[in-house]
């Protein structure tokens, strides 16, 4: 059974930054796309990062180009998210996500909650 687990959330000031964990468990196929994902209250969950199986390939919602890093170890399986510059507008839930290629399958983790104050 996949699992995957996110870490890393809290409160921060504006200008601040955190970073993001996203552990997976369980035989996930070696060609995938892991991304972050975000749901404000009242917002639909939008893509904010995605990084290739390699991690040669990433991409970024433009929000939050030049402030937040997706990075991955796949040998222990975590994806990372750096966010920098935080901004009141930031603050989400956080979902880590794994794309599947084969078959066409996602997994998903609980969430995590990032607050940013002013």
């Known amino acids: 059974q996949v699992q995957l687990v996110e870490s890393g959330g809290g409160l921060v000031q504006a200008g601040g930054s955190l970073r993001l964990s996203c552990a997976v468990t369980?035989?996930?196929?070696?060609?995938?796309?892991m991304r972050w994902y975000r749901q404000a209250p009242g917002k639909q969950r939008e893509l904010v990062a995605g990084i290739t199986s390699s991690g040669g390939l990433t991409t970024y919602a433009d929000s939050v180009k030049g402030r937040f890093s997706i990075s991955r170890d796949n040998a222990k399986n975590t994806v990372y998210l750096q966010m920098n510059s935080l901004k009141p507008e930031d603050t989400a839930v956080y979902y880590c996500?794994?794309?599947?290629?084969?078959?066409?399958?996602?997994?998903w983790g609980q969430g995590t909650q990032v607050t940013v104050s002013s």
């Open positions: 369980g035989r996930i196929l070696s060609v995938n796309a």
């Open positions: 996500n794994i794309y599947q290629y084969a078959g066409g399958v996602d997994f």
